[in-house]
T-cell receptor
Framework: QKEVEQDPGPLSVPEGAIVSLNCTYS??????FMWYRQYSRKGPELLMY????GNKEDGRFTAQVDKSSKYISLFIRDSQPSDSATYLC?????????FGAGTRLTVKP | EPEVTQTPSHQVTQMGQEVILRCVPI?????FYWYRQILGQKVEFLVS????????KSEIFDDQFSVERPDGSNFTLKIRSTKLEDSAMYFC????????????FGEGSRLTVL
């Protein structure tokens, strides 16, 4: 079993849709949970960061962490064409971070 | 806004040659990382570095890889005797504190091994 599982997609939605992205993980030692956005040929850019279980909201983005289920989610409301990118979940314990495979999202105008 | 810078942006090398990828982390950051991403695949952790020594490394980071912080600003990844399968984007990242996940990534160095 991989440490971090993420459906690579691709996922295509119309502009304005609510997008749900998810990851599962196996290592219960993970304490920090992140979502990164990666545009083509660019480095990952931190979008959301949460510690332990709970929800965090930032504008159109909401991150949820359920440690009991080892499941994290990212919701994007009112999706825009500029949201088209690959979204990587990541989680860490100590000094290294593990990434999911990334989900490629396209938001069509 | 401070950023992580990487050079070169693209390097083409022959199999068996040595390559050095350079990174300048954000100046007040203490933790440094290298990741790689093979085209179309996931971002993979290679190594983390703190206090002038490796703190974690993955199974990918074998004896052909080494890291160094030679002068207090640069952070380098050396690949000895490159193989075809080393072709990938190599991302440097830095963070102010370890383990918290707030990594800042550079734009990446694309390595092509022929």
């Amino acid at each position: 079993q991989k440490e971090v599982e993420q459906d690579p997609g691709p996922l295509s939605v119309p502009e304005g849709a609510i997008v749900s992205l998810n990851c599962t993980y196996s290592n219960s030692a993970f304490q920090y949970f992140m979502w990164y956005r990666q545009y083509s040929r660019k480095g990952p850019e931190l979008l959301m960061y949460t510690y332990s279980s709970g929800n965090k909201e930032d504008g159109r983005f909401t991150a949820q962490v359920d440690k009991s289920s080892k499941y994290i989610s990212l919701f994007i409301r009112d999706s825009q064409p500029s949201d088209s990118a690959t979204y990587l979940c990541a989680m860490s314990a100590d000094n290294d971070m593990r990434f999911g495979a990334g989900t490629r999202l396209t938001v069509k105008p | 806004e401070p950023e992580v810078t990487q050079t070169p942006s693209h390097q083409v090398t022959q199999m068996g040659q040595e390559v050095i990828l350079r990174c300048v982390p954000i100046s007040n950051h203490l933790y440094f990382y290298w990741y790689r991403q093979i085209l179309g695949q996931k971002v993979e952790f290679l190594v983390s570095f703190y206090n002038n020594e490796i703190s974690e490394k993955s199974e990918i980071f074998d004896d052909q890889f080494s890291v160094e912080r030679p002068d207090g600003s640069n952070f380098t990844l050396k690949i000895r005797s490159t193989k075809l399968e080393d072709s990938a984007m190599y991302f440097c990242a830095s963070s102010e504190a370890g383990g918290t996940g707030e990594l800042f990534f550079g734009e990446g160095s694309r390595l092509t091994v022929l």
